[in-house]
């Protein structure tokens, strides 16, 4: 398990842009973002495996948001274009050891960050 830290988010406009950081205290090979919205479940909204090579991205962010990350720092960067309303959430740096387990149970959790979209 390793200690997450974000940084990031804030306050924007409808098409605008913001950028999230998330660096881990440890080796880590599976990184990402959650969100959650007020009385929604929390989803996972990009990922990133460096063992895998591969990146993932949820249908309703898919051709906005781009994830990448540095292996060696173990830090991952979610960049936020054409930002709308509903993407307003509290947004969750997670990493995992496995690219399965990422999605099922990430075993690290940042304390999470406030991305508010207005219309």
């Known amino acids: 398990q390793v200690q997450l830290v974000e940084s990031g988010g804030g306050l924007v406009q409808a098409g605008g842009s913001l950028r999230l950081s998330c660096a881990a205290s440890g080796r880590t090979f599976n990184m990402g973002w959650f969100r959650q919205a007020p009385g929604e479940e929390r989803d996972v909204v990009a990922a990133?495996?460096?063992?895998?090579?591969?990146?993932y991205y949820s249908d309703s962010v898919k051709g906005r948001f781009t994830i990448s990350g540095d292996d060696a720092k173990s830090t991952v960067y979610l960049q936020m274009n054409s930002l709308k309303p509903e993407d307003t959430a509290v947004y969750y740096c997670?990493?995992?050891?496995?690219?399965?387990?990422?999605?099922?149970?990430?075993?690290?959790w940042g304390q999470g960050t406030q991305v508010t979209v207005s219309s």
């Open positions: 990133i495996s460096w063992t895998v090579g591969t990146t």
């Open positions: 997670a990493a995992a050891l496995g690219w399965g387990s990422f999605f099922e149970s990430p075993s690290s």
